[in-house]
């Protein structure tokens, strides 16, 4: 048994949800989702044993591409997060009706499967494939199911697509300049090269403007905020929850270890830019007057903080953010349905509409008041194992990378409950507010729940990912 | 072993327990039921801890569990591990005692509330996180303690959500808490990236074996955590979210907001005395901040008409004397003060809220008078409080304030005397208080008038038991023959007032302080009740007592340099940046598909054109490859 399989359910998902028709799509998506999630549980329990579940095989002579699969620890924690926020995403969507759904929910499983791709492929050409595949799903899914205006919305989603795919194009030549030396794209033969200082700075331009802009970091973030309004709530949650972490995932497993040299040289530069987002990102969030806006300019600090640590090339820094990318998956997923809730109910993601929610919707009020916390990284959650590991490594490279980058837990506070005091505080409000279904319960407690147990017991993650973290590390520090 | 760590699994976590019982089930409880569930889960704890308060003598060197690792940093382990020595025990047997008794009192004062079994889910959840923080055996622990109880208090200041003022004062406090909090993780890191721990006991071993220690970095640790302290604690700068903090229930205010969480600075530090004994500079700091936050909040308390505000000032004041102690190194003295303070200013809230309840929900002292009659418990209680808080001699207040001046005075003459102005005017303004309310005749309505009543024994109990603790509060610590000084030899090795011994000096000093007190009192006698003055209205309020009044407008000055800057940088990143970054972008496309047009033209089909274009290339190129050659 090897990873592989992941990508067969997810793929085999997709068509079997498009061949069953609009009726049963979302149930079927659903159980795929599952079995997929299922199944990566398994795998990681063969792994835990010392199996070797990585997939490589020859797939073109020539050039010489190989479909190459490899899990160690990062790549399956990032697979995990990927199956099972799937399940989850699909199952919150449950209660809305979607014209088509038969296509929406193939595209949504076909998106977890570039996703799941992405994060396990070791050869460069494979990588770049899944990569730009898993732009496709989203774009259709923001463009005919999104809300707003149709001009609006296509000017947005059309500029999200031109954009991330001119910045990926950049990383296409890099990745074809290293095969003319390297004559493979293996991950591990990519490693043996020797590239002077002046190349590797080149390729870890390439390789971060494509990053930056799928991250995003600012100032290469101005697609982020309109998508995440405009996507339907189930588009905005696989963007924020699961690929944002595609890019983060790609800094550590791609280039940092084959560009070190000049990450090493300019490690200061990209830490400052991603605290810059850190502030610039709450302080823009502060004056949002849409909910999920609000949301997305606070994954924009939340990123910034993920990407500062892992530019400090320290373990904890790697750890830290892998450990916040997978908390903040939960945390971001469970925030934009909070707003899907009430959207549900209110029609408004206007902030100023809602408000005297908690007399009306005690539950409800509890949960989203937990999500709230857990994204200012209260400690006890997820969320504050990461962003303290992250904070830690931030103050051992300068302590005022710490300081500024610690403003989030300032600024975090103040924006959070600023919107959490008018959307859901205050006179009960004039229009009804049905407290949470069965469903939408379920969801909220399981995302609550992850976040939680990890926050008091992250042990089995930081298990998981430290060995193969300490491997990149051993190749960004190699000598050349 | 295997009992203590039932046993301390059981003191933090039925507390936690009761918050999970009110919260699930609360409802279909009852309000009695789940008052009383309330109640126990914190009598639990205070009876394990009387346990472990029962076996420390036998095991002075104090009890360490560890339960499971909990974060792991490349340089060391945190693990998730509780430590009940002299210092914890003493916290938790006063966090839980008096959380117990303000427990039994707000099942009688939140009873017509119809939320009160989620007023008891938070104080049980409060009591869980102040155990945390109080038990834990590193800064990591503490630290979720510390958020923990930041956030209960955000809660239940903001109990009543309807009303968005009392909402926004739970805002603030929140924010101020965390702009604490950044700097005690800054201490934290800073800790953790010199000595590789955050435990406290090898941090302890590390200091005290290092060859060569960082001092600079050292200072800095103590300074940012000191930082963290103040926004617990409420000191200058970040003392502002106190007094507003009033906005939550009463019994709210006396169990957070005086007697437990704002302790927690000062927990914090006596904790790591070992490190701020190494810091003389932040020391000095903590010192000088520490009395000018006693006067500054000791001169708003002289004129403020809510009578919770000016037990609120008051708070914040005793608060800035319990620092004072702390930089002088006088760590048991300011240990001594937040046990007596907690017993007199616990009393005086609930004494408060019982008024306020009587007058329902009346705060302003200018309404109230004459209640000594209708109210007689409470008015011995809170007179009795008073007398503790004033130091008048033999009550509680009396030996642990004397302490800090006789400390102050044998450090630093002019410390000595800020704290002897402000422990004057506590004197004047607590009979301030006292005379506005209880005395003279009675100036509300005629309505408030026909109910007034003495609040039932569910209320006066805990009075009484707080007062009866105020006054005798100081044998724990009797000059001279100092059981507790005694009893925290273990964690503080070298007591500062071992020093000195009661001579001729502390005897005058002990008169001066007590003539001090005395006259305080006297202007408010002669002010209040031979004057029979009573406040005037706001608006006629002028001068230096406008100034006063208005709280120095901190909160003003705070909201034109932070607040609104940081609300202009955002519409401003809103509105002109992000438009601006957008607009950039789009501007790409536009000069790319300026450049496609342009080149579009080009194609026109003139083989004239076409021709001159290739000859020009081939000119260019042959002079390129002329020059080259050369």
């Known amino acids: 048994m090897n990873v592989s399989l992941i990508l067969i359910i997810l793929l085999v998902g997709a068509f079997a949800t498009f061949l069953a028709g609009d009726k049963l799509a979302s149930k079927v998506a659903l159980f795929f989702g599952l079995a997929a999630a299922g199944a990566s549980i398994v795998l990681l329990n063969h792994y835990n044993l010392g199996e070797n579940i990585s997939f490589i095989n020859q797939w073109i002579t020539q050039p010489n591409i190989s479909f190459a699969l490899r899990a160690d620890g990062l790549s399956m924690a990032m697979l995990l997060l990927t199956t099972v926020l799937t399940p989850i995403i699909i199952f919150s969507s449950f209660g809305n009706d979607y014209k088509n759904s038969k296509s929406f929910y193939a595209l949504l499983l076909f998106m977890s499967f570039a996703m799941a791709g992405t994060f396990l492929a070791s050869d460069g050409l494979l990588y770049y494939i899944f990569w730009e595949l898993s732009l496709i799903p989203i774009y259709f899914i923001a463009l005919i199911w999104g809300n707003g205006d149709v001009e609006e919305r296509k000017k947005a989603v059309v500029k999200f697509f031109i954009y991330t795919l001119a910045g990926s194009l950049f990383m296409l030549v890099a990745f074809v300049y290293m095969y003319q030396k390297a004559g493979s794209l293996l991950l591990e033969d990519l490693y043996k090269l020797n590239l002077t200082a002046n190349e590797q700075l080149w390729i870890f331009l390439a390789f971060f403007l494509a990053y930056a802009i799928k991250i995003p970091l600012i100032p290469f973030h101005t697609w982020q905020a309109n998508v995440y309004q405009k996507a339907p709530t189930v588009g905005t949650m696989l963007l924020s929850g699961i690929m944002l972490k595609m890019g983060l995932y790609s800094v550590i497993r791609w ?226 | ?382 007179f009795i409080a008073s007398l503790a808080i004033s130091g008048v001699p033999l009550f509680s207040g009396f030996f642990s304030k004397d302490e800090i001046l006789l400390v102050a005075f044998h450090h630093n003459i002019p410390l000595w005397v800020v704290a002897s102005v402000a422990s004057i005017m506590t004197a004047f303004y607590m009979f301030r208080l006292m005379f506005l309310t209880f005395f003279q005749e009675f100036r509300g309505t005629a309505e408030q008038k026909h109910h007034l009543h003495e609040s039932p024994s569910l209320i006066t109990i805990p009075l009484i038991v707080l007062a009866i603790l105020a006054t005798i509060g100081g044998v724990i610590s009797l000059p001279g023959n100092s059981w507790l000084n005694h009893y925290l030899i273990p964690i503080l090795p070298k007591l500062a007032t071992a020093e000195h011994h009661l001579g001729t000096t502390e005897y005058i000093l002990m008169a001066i302080a007590v003539v001090g007190g005395l006259v305080g009192i006297g202007i408010a006698y002669a002010k209040y009740i031979k004057q029979n003055t009573v406040p005037t209205e706001d608006a006629a309020i002028t001068g230096f007592s406008k100034v006063l009044y208005n709280k120095y407008y901190v909160d003003e000055f705070y909201d034109a340099i932070f607040v609104k800057p940081i609300n202009f940088l955002s519409r401003f990143f809103r509105d002109t940046v992000e438009t601006g970054l957008s607009a950039l972008v789009f501007g790409f496309g536009k000069v790319t598909n300026e450049i496609s047009y342009q080149g579009k033209k080009i194609q026109n089909g003139s083989i004239g054109l076409y021709l001159f274009a290739f000859v020009l290339g081939l000119c260019a190129i042959v002079s390129y490859l002329f020059l080259a050659q050369q």
């Not at chain 1, 924009?300 to 530019?311: D, E, F, N």
């Open chain 1, 255 to 480: 280039q940092l270890p084959l560009a070190p040299l000049a990450a090493k040289e300019y490690m200061y530069i990209f830490i400052g830019l991603g605290i810059t987002g850190v502030i610039y990102g709450s302080i823009v969030a502060l004056k949002q007057k849409d909910l999920k806006k609000l949301l997305a300019y606070s994954s924009l600090a939340h990123v910034g903080l993920i990407a500062a640590g892992t530019y400090t090339l320290t373990l904890d820094g790697l750890r830290g953010a892998v450990l916040q990318m997978i908390a903040h998956g939960f945390v971001v997923v469970g925030l934009f349905y909070a707003a899907e809730i009430i959207f549900r109910r209110y029609e408004t993601r206007a902030i100023a509409e809602m408000g005297g929610i908690r007399t009306q919707s005690p539950k409800f009020t509890s949960m989203f008041m937990i999500l709230v916390l857990a994204s200012v990284a209260l400690p006890t959650t997820f969320n504050f194992i990461g962003e303290f590991t992250v904070l830690y490594s931030l103050s051992q490279i300068n302590i005022w990378f710490a300081i500024l980058g610690g403003t989030t837990i300032i600024l975090g506070a103040y924006y959070m409950l600023k919107m959490f005091q008018h959307a859901m505080l205050g006179e009960t409000n004039s229009k009804a507010f049905t407290d949470v279904t069965v469903n939408e319960g379920i969801t909220l407690v399981l995302i609550i729940g992850v976040l939680f147990f990890f926050g008091m017991y992250p042990k089995p993650i930081t298990d998981l990912i430290t060995p193969s973290l300490e491997e990149i590390l051993t190749q960004i520090n190699r000598i050349n």
């Open chain 2, 1 to 382: 072993m295997e009992m203590n760590t039932n046993i301390a699994l059981v003191l933090v976590l039925a507390p936690f327990l009761g918050f999970l019982i009110n919260v699930f089930f609360g409802k279909s409880l009852g309000k009695s039921l789940s008052g009383i569930i309330g109640t126990l889960s914190v009598l639990v704890s205070f009876i394990a801890t009387a346990y472990f308060f029962g076996g420390i003598a036998a095991q002075p060197e104090g009890i360490r569990i560890s339960l499971f690792d909990w974060i792991q940093i490349s340089n060391f382990n945190v693990d998730f591990g509780f430590q009940l020595d002299q210092l914890s025990i003493l916290w938790l047997l006063f966090v839980t005692g008096i959380g117990s008794l303000i427990h039994l009192y707000s099942i009688s004062y939140m009873h017509d509330d119809e939320n009160m079994h989620k007023f008891f889910a938070y104080l049980n959840l409060f009591i869980f996180f102040m155990i945390t923080l109080v038990i834990g055996s590193n800064l990591l622990v503490l630290f979720i303690g510390w958020e923990g109880v930041g956030l209960c208090s955000y809660l239940l200041i903001g109990f009543w959500h309807k009303n968005q003022e009392y909402n926004d004062a739970a805002k603030k406090a929140f924010i101020m808490n965390r702009i604490g909090d950044l700097g005690l993780l800054v201490g934290i890191f800073i800790l953790g990236n010199l000595f590789s721990t955050l435990d406290y006991a090898t941090l302890k071993t590390a200091i005290a074996g290092a060859t060569n220690l960082d001092m600079y970095w050292l200072s800095v640790a103590a300074f940012a955590l000191f930082i963290g302290a103040c926004g617990k604690s409420a000191q200058i700068p970040l003392y502002t979210w106190l007094p507003d903090a009033m906005a939550g229930p009463t019994p709210v205010s006396a169990l957070i907001h005086a007697a437990t969480m704002v302790t927690a600075g000062i927990f914090m530090i006596t904790r790591l005395n070992f490190l701020f004994d190494l810091t003389p500079d932040v020391q000095s700091i903590i010192a000088i901040v520490g009395a000018v936050t006693a006067l500054v909040a000791a001169t708003i308390g002289l004129v403020q008409n809510d009578i919770k505000k000016v037990l609120a000032y008051s708070t914040v004041s005793q608060l800035g004397l319990m620092f004072l102690a702390l930089g002088l190194g006088a760590y048991e003295v300011a240990v001594f003060h937040v046990i007596t303070h907690a017993f007199f200013k616990a009393c005086l809230f609930l004494g408060s809220g019982s008024v306020i309840h009587a007058l329902h929900g009346e705060q302003d002292m200018r309404n109230m008078g004459g209640l000594k009659k209708a109210m007689p418990i409470t008015f011995a209680t809170m």
